[in-house]
């Protein structure tokens, strides 16, 4: 392998890897409220598509200031996202409706209004072209000049903004989670609720407040995966969804840990990848090659299942609705 | 949950269990009015997004699914596979393993009909169709036995494990899509047996639809009513039912919990493998990533909303076989994107989780004194 | 509290009840299991919303709509069950909930966590994980949780239940040394000496009603007791004597370890006798659970014996290494009746049908289950013991904790075993149905059965059985004569490693 083909394997790792870190990031913070989302994969659908609709139609207005765009994008993704968070924490919370069927229904939910909108946007504004938004796209994947800087900048500074942006999240999650008082209240209700509640923390809030801002910022995966890793278009190939998936997973192989998901992510990344650049890959078995982020995340789901610890274990109370006067 | 309003003596609205289950007839009723809720919402939806009348709209969807015979019999095609998937889920999710693996295990059962239909076509018919039958049930079954397995033996979280085991079956089946290209280079495998049909699951009437589809219904009622029965009638039903309820109450009651466990996730693999067989060898003659085309997620839900009672999963699954053809010909009829089925299932499904809800609890308002 | 009313579903838990708690005393509320009192308690803290009547605190009406409502209004509750978080610290759970200004700092919580386990003379350190803390730490933990918030009406929901009884004599200071700092302490309880010992004055609640206060100055045993159960009862159960025993299942070096490595039972050794009910007393959690659990096959056992005496065909049969499908295949009649009754007795979504058949689904030949049989045995059953339900395939679930019991007790005694356990089998139950069970088993005695029970009221156990084995933190402290030990003595037993000072 040159040199060249190492930084391009590191750079599609880093690209991919900051699309699952920031769907985990926002999955951590849901399951330690105590909710298991299934639902990430269509967050993640919904944050992409609610950018590519801002932008869209800032651009088809004729809008060309990049950070306008940029902004623009930035907040629609972000509502979207959080309005299917909302469905989910609706019916699971106060409708207390099962979360494992009420998340794969919000990840074909979400997946059909991105890739509707995704594939009807130019109909729909009355048959314009191609459904692509160049100038918002520019701002994302604006980097520093430093990104010119021999291997070691093209490694560290070649990316959009977006890309730091989930390393910052991940880390200001951990401090969320560990170091501040709000923090402690929501790993209470993830952990026994009944506890919490006894406490005087109002779980309902809590639990709608981590899932909306959890699954905002899965949401952002979506966005950086459109504007930033496609360059501003839209692709009906399910990407998003295989993505979505692995940052579920990616949140066990972190044992809920924000910060251990940032390596793992880039981990991710890379063996999703790899098989590019291994020689003697036929077409045949590449595909049987693109199997193994797959493999490796069963194969940590059953080491941490192995290892008994007690700090590695899921929140106690995780996927189970809870309801003060049960008795 | 009961914190509305302070300033009172009362919170303004509060939520409590019912505390005598609901006649059935009634929690039907509650169903079906969250059913054309959510019609309604989803007609607002298209509505807004095209601008069509709606009454134009719900009369194209029934065309879409009813329209001439040959589409009522693809409609009907397509519900016995959704229905033979959702009998397979259902023992594994009646004890509560959330085996949302089904898409790989269609996956594989399909590469290994396929594989039957490509290597054995020699074989004299009745004999090919059986091996291709038990091909796929074991190839799914297999497919059953990892996650189940680990569960028992580790309590390893099977929703991850098997959510895994469908993304290595979609691999799998890119890589025998490779191996099996045909033509060369159009990364399909294209119509098995175009010529002679070996392995296609054939006939039942004799003036049919190309004989795609009489033994589908055949077959599915067939393994649905059994599986009505081995859930309900049987010991084994029995067990799984105990597992359900309480891990503890089962080894008390001396079922060998582990073992129950395994076998049961088997069998929900080897009737997931057979819907594969179905989709391959009674609809498509083809393999390819598409072929469970979300249809293990979908099929879940039928399941879930169905309480895991086999028959009433029959009526659920025509239900969302028939909105999904419906919002496909709106979508065909008006130049929009096939997707729209996915968003209309979607809402629908929202709104009938969301009426499970007033199934199992009362609300009550202040100032209203609640009838006990 | 005025009027307080609450249902649920037709069962009125509280019925239009009126109380009044003053400031600087201990008030105790005192009522059997399902008396009410829990649920009165609950609705001062927030847990339950009362359907009708009136809270006021300091005279001012108030709505108690959450646990923070209660806190507001000063008043803490220690539940029974403890509620803590177990991978916090006690200072992370006991800062849980607070709305603090400024800075959000563990440390200097920790501090004053410190500070005020010094002043009562509390043993725990601020930084440790609950996992790691014994029962009275965590019940600590509880206490200083609500003197952090600044309390000063304490809730005790049967605090002693957990407790050995030099812990409870420490416990009762520290309510003495609240009371001093002009706190007022709530403390539920059926224990009529610790109301004696502790209390200024008591308030009885029967069946969901008020049935009046008393000074404890003016009060006794004899005159609670009436108190409480409405009618002067005789304690005496008939106790007949032991016919013919023999031994029936012999226990033997018994030792086990729970799944994190801690040893449950050590060295356990004892015989159960046909004819006889043999008791088995102990503060809770002293390895009665693990006991059972053992025998019949459901508890991983380390070392030990544990022989069986057929009593047809004369043969030992050694249990250990079994489990309860190989027992019930070796042919030994094993009924137990678990603490647990919905988590492991029955199965809650059936009904009384699909109950009977966790006995018996495995009989008859082919794959298909015969359901005739356990319809006709629920049948006799829902009518000899009176179980109140609308039919048998009713689920279990939604029955009272009564006549779940009933259900529970009278399949188990339907298999005509040889050896019947029983795990606290009146808790939660009335007078009445006590008494049903307590005669069921005296009738499977008098059959020739070896019954083994394990109890936590003293009385009955004293009067029910005719020996005692006492268990004290997983060993045998003593195998003694129910009929001539003194009360006071089995309690010593209870508290008493039998390695101490060796």
Same mark, same amino acid.
């Given at each position: ?32 409220? #105590? ?27 004729? #809008? ?52 509707? =909108? ?90 709608? *407040? ?9 949401? *952002? ?31 066990? =192989? ?34 049987? =090659? ?38 | ?372 | ?148 918030? @600044?309390? +000063? ?14 812990? !409870? ?96 039972? +050590? ?124 039919? !048998? ?34 808790? @939660? ?74």
């Amino acid at each position: 392998m040159t040199q060249e083909q190492l930084l391009t394997l590191i750079n599609s790792a880093i690209a991919f890897g900051t699309v699952i870190m920031l769907g985990a990031v926002g999955e951590i913070l849901i399951e330690k409220a #105590g909710n298991l989302n299934l639902g990430i994969p269509g967050v993640m659908y919904l944050g992409g598509i609610g950018g590519m609709i801002a932008a869209f139609y800032y651009e088809l207005g004729g #809008g060309s200031s990049p950070v306008t765009g940029m902004l623009l994008s930035f907040l629609c993704s972000i509502v979207f996202a959080a309005l299917g968070g909302l469905i989910y924490a609706f019916l699971t919370i106060t409708l207390r409706a099962n979360q494992n069927v009420t998340g794969l229904t919000l990840t074909i939910f979400g997946g059909g209004v991105a890739n509707f =909108f995704g594939a009807s946007l130019n109909t729909l504004a009355g048959g314009v072209g191609q459904i692509s938004v160049p100038v918002t796209s520019s701002a994302y994947r604006a980097y520093t000049s430093l990104g010119y800087l021999g291997t070691i900048g093209r490694v560290l500074f070649a990316h959009g903004f977006m890309a730091y942006l989930a390393i910052v999240l991940a880390v200001v999650m951990r401090y969320f989670l560990n170091r501040t008082r709000a923090g402690l209240n929501l790993r209470a209700v993830g952990e026994n609720p009944g506890t919490a509640d006894a406490a005087g923390i109002s779980v309902t809030k809590y639990k709608y *407040l981590a899932i909306i801002s959890g699954s905002a910022i899965a949401g *952002l995966g979506g966005l950086f995966y459109t504007m930033d890793y496609i360059k501003g278009t839209w692709a009906n190939d399910g990407t998003i969804e295989g993505l979505g998936w692995l940052a579920v997973a990616l949140v066990i =192989f972190a044992t809920w840990k924000p910060v251990s998901a940032i390596w793992g992510s880039y981990l991710f990344g890379f063996v999703y990848w790899a098989y590019l650049y291994i020689p003697g890959l036929s077409r045949r078995t590449l595909e049987l =090659f693109k199997m193994l982020p797959y493999v490796i995340t069963l194969i940590v789901l059953i080491i941490v299942s192995l290892r008994k610890k007690r700090e590695n274990q899921p929140p106690a109370s995780l996927g189970l609705s809870y309801f003060r006067e049960e008795r | 949950m009961s914190t509305v309003e302070r300033s009172g003596h009362e919170p303004f609205i509060r939520m409590s269990k019912r505390g005598e289950m609901l006649p059935a007839g009634k929690a039907w009723g509650i169903r079906v009015l969250g059913f054309f809720l959510s019609l309604v919402v989803s007609g607002v939806v298209i509505i807004a997004i095209s601008g069509l009348n709606p009454a134009a709209v719900f009369a194209t969807m029934a065309t879409g699914a009813f329209g001439s015979a040959k589409t009522s019999w693809v409609t009907i095609r397509d519900a016995m596979t959704l229905l033979c998937i959702a009998v397979g889920l259902a023992p594994a999710f009646k004890m509560r393993f959330w085996n949302i693996g089904a898409e790989g295990q269609i996956l594989v059962g399909g590469i290994a009909t396929a594989a039957c239909m490509i290597y054995l076509k020699a074989l004299p018919a009745p004999l090919l169709m059986l091996v291709m039958i038990l091909a796929s049930m074991i190839a799914g079954g297999l497919w059953g036995f990892f996650p189940g397995l680990f569960k028992a033996r580790w309590n390893t979280n099977e929703t991850l494990f098997t959510l895994m085991m469908n993304y290595i079956a979609i691999q799998l089946t890119s890589f025998f899509v490779a191996t099996w290209e045909n033509p060369y280079g159009s990364n399909s495998v294209g119509i098995i047996n175009m010529q002679k049909k070996q392995g296609w699951l054939p006939n039942l009437f004799s003036q049919g639809y190309n004989g795609d589809y009489g033994w589908n219904v055949v077959i599915v009622l067939l393994v649905t009513l059994v599986m009505y029965l081995y859930m309900n009638h049987s010991k084994h039903g029995y067990e799984i039912a105990v597992i359900g309820d309480s891990e503890n109450t089962a080894r008390y009651a001396g079922i060998r919990v582990n073992r129950a466990y395994v076998r049961t996730i088997v069998l929900s693999g080897a009737i997931c493998g057979l819907a594969g067989f179905v989709a391959v060898s009674g609809a498509s003659h083809t393999i390819s990533t598409s072929t469970a085309g979300g249809r293990g997620f979908t099929a879940i839900i039928v399941a879930w909303l169905a309480q895991f009672n086999s028959v009433v999963m029959i009526i659920f699954s025509f239900l969302l076989v028939v909105l999904q053809k419906g919002a496909q010909a709106i979508a065909s009829a008006y130049n929009l994107s096939q997707e729209v089925s996915q968003i209309m299932t979607g809402i629908i499904l929202f709104f009938l989780l969301g009426s499970e809800f007033f199934v199992n609890y009362t609300i009550h308002f202040r100032g209203k004194k609640v009838a006990s | 509290m005025e009027n307080i009313t609450k249902r649920f579903g037709k069962v009125v838990a509280n019925d239009h009840i009126n109380l009044e708690l003053r400031e600087g005393e201990i008030l105790s509320l005192l009522g059997e299991n399902g008396s009410g009192k829990t649920t009165l308690m609950n609705m001062l803290s927030g847990i339950y919303f009362p359907d009708e009547g009136q809270i006021y605190v300091h005279g001012r009406p108030v709505t108690i709509a959450s646990p923070k409502d209660a806190f507001d209004n000063g008043i803490g509750i220690i539940h029974q069950h403890f509620k803590l978080v177990d991978v916090f610290t006690a200072t992370e759970n006991i800062v849980l909930g607070l709305e603090g200004e400024g800075k959000f700092d563990l440390k200097a919580a920790g501090a004053k966590i410190a500070e005020i386990c010094a002043r009562y003379g509390f043993d725990i350190k601020p930084d440790q994980k609950i996992y790691d803390m014994s029962v009275s730490q965590k019940q600590t933990v509880e206490i200083v949780k609500v003197l952090y918030r @600044g309390a +000063d009406v304490l809730i005790l929901d049967e605090p002693t239940a957990v407790l050995t009884p030099q812990e !409870t004599d420490k416990l009762f200071d520290i309510m003495r040394a609240m009371k001093k700092d002009g706190k007022s302490l709530i403390i539920i309880t059926h224990k009529l000496h610790e109301v004696l010992d502790v209390s200024d004055r008591v308030v009885v609640l029967r069946k969901g009603e008020y049935i009046g206060d008393v000074a404890t100055k003016d009060a006794d045993q004899q005159s609670l007791t009436d108190m409480m159960v409405g009618r002067s009862v005789s304690l005496n159960i008939d106790r007949p004597l032991p016919k013919d025993p023999k031994p029936r299942l012999e226990v033997k070096n018994l030792t086990v370890y729970d799944e994190l490595g801690v040893k449950r039972l +050590d060295d356990v050794s004892f015989t159960a006798n046909s004819g006889e009910i043999l008791g088995i007393a102990g503060v809770a959690g002293s390895g009665q659970k693990e006991l059972l659990e053992s025998i019949s096959g459901l508890y991983p056992i380390r070392s030990g014996s544990i022989v069986f005496h057929d009593p047809d065909s004369g043969q030992d049969r050694e249990l250990v290494g079994m489990d309860p499908l190989d027992i019930r295949k070796a042919g030994v009649g094993m009924a137990f009746v678990p603490e647990d009754r919905l988590g492991m007795g029955l199965v809650g979504s059936m009904g009384m049908t699909g109950n009977m058949m966790l006995r018996s689904w495995r009989q008859g030949k082919g794959p298909f289950i015969n359901r005739k049989k356990p319809e006709q045995l629920a049948n006799d059953i829902w009518q000899e013991l009176e179980v109140v339900t609308p039919s !048998t395939a009713f689920p279990v679930r939604r029955m009272s904790g009564g006549n779940v019991q009933k259900v529970l007790v009278g399949r188990e005694i339907a298999q005509e075993p040889a050896v019947l356990m029983t795990a606290y089998a009146v808790r @939660g139950l009335d007078i009445n149905t006590s008494y049903t069970i307590y005669n069921l088993l005296t009738r499977e005695k008098m059959k020739g059965i070896a019954v083994v029970y394990v109890g936590e009221d003293l009385d009955v156990l004293l009067e029910l059985c005719d020996r005692l084995v006492v268990l004290c933190g997983g060993q045998v402290s003593g195998v003694v004569d129910a009929r001539t030990i003194t009360k006071e003595e089995v309690g010593l037993l209870m508290t008493q490693h039998r390695k101490e000072g060796a």
